[in-house]
């Protein structure tokens, strides 16, 4: 069983900055790629960052120069850095994961439940 649990949510002011946090807990061989998305009320879920086990990033136009991902592999954690906050990065944030259990079995997407990021204009 594996589990994505985030944290660091909460409600902001625009222009001040918060930090997520997803750690991945339970029976891990390896942690691949990993992500933050995040879905706004009415819309669809989007990615917001991502991270491949080497470090290589990649991130959504509308959050480029606001936003660090970042991972600790021996910690098996993931982290969101957000500055600069907009009324608009307001929403569910989500943590997933491409995790392979044992060594025996392909990789699988896991998701966390998620944590809500509210911004104040």
């Known amino acids: 069983q594996v589990q994505l649990v985030e944290s660091g949510g909460g409600l902001v002011q625009a222009g001040e900055s918060l930090r997520l946090s997803c750690a991945a807990s339970g029976s891990i061989d390896s942690i691949y790629t990993m992500g933050w998305y995040r879905q706004a009320p009415g819309k669809q879920r989007e990615l917001v960052a991502s991270i491949t086990r080497g470090g290589t990033t990649n991130y959504a136009d509308s959050v480029k120069g606001r936003v660090t991902i970042s991972r600790d592999n021996a910690k098996n954690t993931l982290y969101l850095q957000m500055n600069s906050l907009e009324s608009e990065d307001t929403a569910v944030y989500y943590c997933?994961?491409?995790?392979?259990?044992?060594?025996?079995?392909?990789?699988?997407?896991?998701w966390g439940q998620g944590t809500q990021v509210t911004v104040s204009s």
């Open positions: 997933n994961a491409q995790i392979r259990t044992t060594i025996l079995r392909p990789m699988n997407d896991y």
